[in-house]
């Protein structure tokens, strides 16, 4: 199976998919913080290994013991896995911490700062070419 073909972008999705349900539903680990979605999921074409891309919302602290309370549940994540998803091998899993939506927020605060500042640099332009 190549690592872009269909059956593979299936298996990505559906892996996705029951990862964010045994998240939210299966884990009562404390640890895992409530706002913790599962933002990709990218499975090896041999099905050997998955990476999955978790972001979560809240403090480096809430972060942190997320991603130990995922990786303290990996062999249980996996044997549920295996019971709802029918692969040949179910795959093993490792959890990343996935910064991206908070960069994109952040960002998206600078530009709006920035064309705020042009946009009252403007007005004050203007204002002063009436007088």
């Known amino acids: 199976m ?13 892996v996705q998919h029951e990862l964010a349900n045994l998240i939210r539903e299966g884990i009562k680990d404390p640890r895992i913080h409530p706002m913790t979605s599962v933002t990709a999921v990218e499975v090896a074409p041999d099905l050997k290994t998955c990476r999955a891309y978790i972001s979560v ?13 995922l990786k303290s549940a990996e062999g249980y994540i ?25 960069y994109g927020v952040t960002m998206s605060k600078l530009i709006d ?17 009436d007088q």
């Open 57 to 69: 919302l809240g403090n480096e602290e809430a972060k942190e013991n997320t991603i130990a309370g």
């Open 2 to 14: 190549r690592k872009n073909s269909i059956k593979n972008t299936r298996v990505n999705a559906e």
């Open 78 to 102: 996996r044997r549920q896995l295996a019971k709802r998803i029918n692969l040949r091998n179910t795959p093993e899993i490792r959890f990343i911490l996935d910064e991206s939506i908070e």
């Open 113 to 129: 700062e920035v064309t705020g500042s042009v946009g009252r640099q403007e007005v004050l332009e203007n204002g002063e070419d």
